[in-house]
């Protein structure tokens, strides 16, 4: 029997500690996160291996290793109000809501969003919706910052359009297995943006390279 403790302090140890996370709240939120509580029982003991790990067909949550590099990238502030894009079942959203004011927790499967609700049910920090994952909800806009979990083609406009001044995009761009994770910032209508690490996760599917998208 997996001892979930144990394998979730070794995720931070070997993980998260090791890859450039200096901030500590991060380090906290992961410790204190029960990652295999988000994963279908099948894959409980594979939770906190250094990757992803599938949902359901075609979804994932994503390793810990490049969530926790993520976040650390978005610079989040307890001030903050985040959308998540792809919240899948809500770790990412639980271990977010650690750090910010609150967050929205976007997803487009029903199925997947019901568990989530499930799961953070009891955390006023964290409302899940459901919607078009590539339209972001601007009802909740704008937002301080915006996480996407998972590779996408492209960052659609819509997307920046929802931003506050100042604002952060955080996803991994790319067509391949291996993407960029990128950030740009949205700061007086201008935007100025960076490559910071090559990252190999999953796609999140209803994204794709329009003509229309900003592409990092």
Same mark, same amino acid.
């Given at each position: 029997? #997996?001892?979930?403790?144990? /394998? *979730?302090?070794?995720?931070?140890?070997?993980?998260?500690?090791?890859?450039? &996370? #200096?901030?500590?709240?991060?380090?906290? /939120?992961?410790?204190?996160?029960?990652?295999?509580?988000?994963?279908?029982?099948?894959?409980?003991? &594979?939770?906190?291996?250094?990757?992803?790990?599938?949902?359901?067909?075609?979804?994932?949550?994503?390793?810990?290793? !490049?969530?926790?590099?993520?976040?650390?990238?978005?610079? &989040?502030?307890?001030?903050?109000? =985040?959308?998540?894009?792809? /919240?899948?079942?809500?770790?990412?959203?639980?271990? &977010? $809501?650690?750090?910010?004011?609150? =967050?929205?927790?976007?997803?487009?499967?029903?199925?997947?969003?019901?568990?989530?609700?499930?799961?953070?049910?009891?955390? !006023?920090? +964290?409302?899940?919706?459901?919607?078009?994952?590539?339209?972001?909800?601007?009802?909740?806009?704008?937002?301080? +910052?915006?996480?996407?979990?998972? *590779?996408?083609?492209?960052?659609?406009?819509?997307?920046?359009?929802?931003?506050?001044?100042?604002?952060?995009?955080?996803?991994?761009?790319?067509?391949?297995? +291996?993407?960029?994770?990128?950030?740009?910032?949205?700061?007086?209508?201008?935007? $100025?943006?960076?490559? !910071?690490?090559?990252?190999?996760?999953?796609?999140?599917?209803?994204?794709?390279?329009?003509?229309?998208?900003?592409?990092?």
């Amino acid at each position: 029997m #997996t001892d979930f403790a144990v /394998a *979730r302090h070794n995720m931070v140890e070997s993980q998260v500690r090791p890859n450039g &996370i #200096t901030d500590h709240r991060i380090i906290d /939120a992961m410790a204190q996160v029960k990652r295999e509580d988000f994963v279908p029982e099948g894959r409980k003991a &594979i939770a906190y291996l250094d990757e992803d790990v599938e949902l359901k067909n075609g979804r994932y949550l994503i390793e810990p290793m !490049a969530f926790a590099r993520m976040i650390h990238l978005a610079l &989040i502030k307890p001030t903050d109000r =985040v959308l998540v894009v792809g /919240a899948g079942t809500g770790y990412g959203a639980r271990v &977010i $809501s650690l750090l910010a004011k609150s =967050v929205v927790a976007l997803e487009s499967d029903p199925e997947l969003a019901g568990l989530a609700r499930g799961f953070l049910a009891g955390d !006023a920090g +964290v409302e899940v919706v459901e919607g078009s994952l590539a339209e972001g909800y601007p009802a909740g806009a704008p937002y301080d +910052v915006i996480i996407v979990e998972g *590779r996408i083609a492209a960052v659609p406009q819509v997307l920046f359009d929802q931003l506050a001044n100042e604002g952060r995009i955080v996803a991994a761009v790319g067509n391949t297995d +291996v993407s960029k994770m990128q950030i740009a910032t949205l700061a007086d209508g201008h935007r $100025s943006s960076r490559a !910071a690490f090559d990252v190999s996760i999953a796609a999140l599917p209803g994204f794709a390279a329009e003509k229309a998208a900003f592409v990092f």
